[in-house]
């Protein structure tokens, strides 16, 4: 299983039945295609979609049907479709039960940096600033490590998204819990240990007992 794939199915089992959650762009989209069967939930996109669905069939894409980075997305019975305004009203006001972003660092304090400086060939900031400060639960979903070196972070060093703690952090290693008194180690990946875990995070992680191995799948 790819590490975007391991990722994408433990965050979906965080999501609770009947709560509006906002998806970002690339990785955070994957997770609508994980979802268990029994939970019934609304994907909201910043682009103005209520009811987002999984990606379409080839061949099936409505060019009219998209996510906020121009995926091809399909939409549940009940969608809607609303303006920009609508759209950032419901973030902005504390509507969103959740949020999943990805993440280029997050550091000890909790706080994410998901953007680059303007002008260069790097992602902006898009919606995410409104995302982390007003989604109740805002999870961090990206890959552990980028070219061999750490995104988990002693302190960021790339502008902050937002002076906010983050409520979760997902990669393909480890669920981790940013908490007052630091980054608690919940669980761990496929294939990796404490020790991995450890070494592949400059962060200073907080590890309570025996630390269990990450679910991938729903129990029912």
Not at 172 to 182: F, H, L, Q, R
Request: glycine residues 12%; negative net charge.
């Amino acid at each position: 299983m790819e590490a975007k794939e391991i990722i994408a199915r433990r965050v979906a089992l965080e999501i609770e039945p009947d709560t509006l959650v906002n998806l970002g762009i690339g990785l955070p989209s994957m997770v609508a295609n994980y979802l268990p069967k029994e939970v019934h939930v609304f994907f909201q996109a910043e682009n103005g979609v209520i009811g987002l669905g999984a990606r379409p069939p080839e061949g099936m894409e409505d060019p009219d049907l998209t996510d906020a980075g121009g995926g091809f997305v399909t939409a549940v019975p009940g969608a809607a479709s609303i303006d920009s305004a609508m759209s950032f009203g419901l973030i902005r006001g504390g509507h969103l039960d959740m949020t999943v972003l990805g993440g280029l660092q997050v550091d000890e304090r909790g706080y994410l940096a998901n953007w680059m400086i303007p002008g260069k060939m790097v992602p902006g900031m898009g919606g995410a600033m409104d995302l982390v400060a007003g989604a109740k639960h805002v999870i961090v979903a990206m890959v552990h490590t980028a070219r061999g070196k750490p995104k988990i972070l002693r302190e960021c060093n790339l502008p902050l998204t937002a002076r906010r703690r983050v409520s979760l952090i997902v990669t393909e290693m480890a669920v981790i819990e940013p908490t007052e008194d630091g980054l608690v180690l919940k669980e761990i990946g496929p294939g990796a240990s404490v020790d991995d875990v450890i070494s592949a995070t400059e962060a200073k992680l907080i590890v309570q007992g025996d630390v269990p191995k990450m679910s991938l799948f729903s129990e029912s």
